[in-house]
């Protein structure tokens, strides 16, 4: 529909919620429809005061400067999105491939990352999903698929973890080596002010993104220390079966 003046409301980060749109039953004057489009300030206003919204709160600083020409110096909004694939030539990429459908993921799955926030809660069961191998087929072959998503919430094997570490390192490191400047180059230059309103953008969004890859390589760096002291699927099960001896 089209909604005359709508598009002029402004952005605030003083608005933490999205809630201000509401339709209202009842005439609407000069067409006489059923509804009206509203705007409800979450602000206190007064004669005035400009009508400010949220645009979006799970928008990032690149979407923000693609869709609207801004960003935010608020650091919550530094993203950076890992695509991850489960590969074709994989021997049980059907079986991979129904498990991440059957969790409203795909043969390719979008994760954003955002800087100092937890990860994606799906993000470590596709990740051993897309990297069981080995011996640990054997999850695919004797266990239902919600099942085996549900076991891949937790540590698999030893050497599933240590690959999905392996994994996450090498593309972050990658994707950083395609950047020219270091997030402390990206700063100097903001702070020196010299560049212009849409260089001042993006040099913003791209600092932001290098430290959200910096911060998920860190996360992977301690996993990867941490290999030794994971419990991992047989030991889970002997323990549920109550096979697992206690030491003496």
């Not at 069961?125 to 999850?139: I, S, V």
């Not at 570490?165 to 903001?190: P, Q």
């Amino acid at each position: 529909m089209l909604v005359p003046f709508a598009d002029l409301a402004n952005h605030s980060v003083k608005v933490t919620t999205e809630d201000h749109i509401h339709e209202i039953g009842g005439p609407a004057g000069l067409f006489s429809w059923d509804l009206l489009f509203s705007f409800q300030s979450p602000l206190k206003l007064k004669a005035g005061d400009q009508f400010l919204i949220q645009y979006g709160l799970n928008k990032s600083n690149a979407d923000m400067a693609i869709g609207y020409g801004f960003i935010e110096p608020n650091s919550a909004r530094d993203a950076f999105t890992l695509t991850l694939k489960i590969s074709k030539t994989d021997e049980f990429y059907g079986d991979k491939l129904d498990i991440a459908e059957s969790n409203g993921l795909g043969e390719t799955a979008d994760f954003d990352i955002k800087l100092g926030q937890s990860l994606p809660p799906s993000l470590f069961p596709y990740l051993r999903l897309a990297a069981l191998g080995g011996t640990d087929n054997f999850l695919l072959e004797s266990i239902s698929g919600n099942a085996v998503w549900n076991l891949l919430e937790l540590p698999v094997s030893r050497a599933n973890e240590e690959l999905i570490c392996k994994v996450v390192r090498d593309s972050c490191r990658s994707a950083l080596s395609g950047y020219h400047t270091t997030i402390e180059e990206d700063e100097k230059l903001m702070k020196e002010g010299n560049l212009s309103s849409r260089l001042q953008i993006a040099v913003g969004v791209r600092a932001g993104e290098k430290k959200v890859l910096q911060q998920l390589h860190d996360i992977f760096r301690e996993r990867e220390l941490e290999l030794d002291e994971l419990e991992y699927y047989q030991e889970r099960r002997l323990k549920d079966l109550d096979l697992l001896g206690e030491p003496k």
